[in-house]
């Protein structure tokens, strides 16, 4: 189950000393949506305020993907092939303006601060979706059936070969042996002693298509019908993962010329889902 992602970005009140004069510049980006474009090499985020024609702006110059591991990471900013820019303009900003191939000739910036120096933490997180029918947070921790896939990301949790999914009667667990262990969960769903994994006739791992007795249902649901087939193979699994990125500037030094501005933590905010990834994978059956 996907999760949202709420988050509160203040203005931001930085300071800076010109010839021993403070000047006081408030970024207003309370409004303004963190967005991104780019990839490996030259990844950007940016903010908007169209009302004040201004512009908050990161640019990473890694080479990996850095979405790829969840957690956080730490990137030095050096002005180089890592900064940042605050930035005002003569006129509005067009809708490609951070992302074009070819930098545009308008509008005019009228100030331009660079970030000489600070980190940027950059914190990925992962949530999976197995389509299993159950809330992430209901499920079972752990690898109920040891196929190497956590419960959170495994549509067949008890590895019978049938989908959780289908375990479910209107989203609700069912128990059809009514041994306390939900279907789901349970590797025998009619408690005749073999598997339900095994109770799949024609091999095509999928037990819900072999029925012998129409009028009760499949055989792994028949405790009547108790033939072992031996299946020593996993069906295909699928899941998604979708990935959010949440950005905070620490100990940020944006210089222009003489004059610098000084910020000891700015949160430039998250991007939910700036990444989905479509997983296939068959586990590996292990005896």
Do not use: W
Not at 30 to 41: I, M, Q, R
Not at 159 to 173: A, F, K, M, S
Request: charged share 25%; aromatic share 10%.
């Amino acid at each position: 189950m996907k999760k949202i992602l709420f988050l509160f970005i203040a203005s931001l009140l930085l300071q800076s000393c010109d010839d021993g004069d403070i000047i006081v510049t408030t970024f207003n980006f309370d409004d303004a949506e963190l967005k991104n474009c780019g990839g490996v090499g030259n990844y950007v985020f940016y903010k908007v305020n169209p009302d004040a024609l201004e512009s908050l702006s990161l640019r990473l110059g890694t080479m990996d993907s850095i979405y790829k591991p969840s957690g956080t990471r730490v990137f030095t900013l050096n002005g180089t092939s890592n900064f940042v820019n605050y930035r005002t303009y003569d006129g509005a900003l067009g809708t490609s303006y951070f992302c074009s191939s070819i930098p545009p000739t308008s509008p005019n910036v009228t100030v331009d601060y660079i970030a000489a120096s600070g980190t940027v933490d950059f914190v990925v997180t992962f949530v999976y979706d197995d389509f299993d029918g159950l809330p992430t947070d209901s499920e079972e921790s752990g690898d109920t059936d040891g196929d190497g896939l956590p419960n959170i990301y495994d549509l067949d949790d008890d590895g019978d070969n049938v989908p959780t999914v289908r375990e479910l009667d209107d989203g609700v667990p069912r128990d059809s042996d009514g041994d306390g262990i939900p279907d789901h969960l349970d590797p025998d769903d009619d408690n005749d002693g073999v598997l339900t994994r095994d109770e799949d006739k024609d091999g095509d791992l999928d037990p819900t298509n072999d029925v012998t007795d129409s009028s009760v249902g499949p055989d792994y649901l028949n405790a009547a019908v108790a033939n072992d087939y031996d299946i020593n193979r996993y069906r295909v699994h699928t899941y998604k993962i979708y990935k959010s990125v949440n950005i905070t500037l620490k100990n940020l030094v944006l210089v222009k010329g003489e004059e610098e501005i000084t910020q000891e933590t700015i949160n430039m905010g998250a991007i939910e889902n700036v990444e989905i990834k479509d997983k296939t994978i068959r586990p590996e059956f292990l005896p």
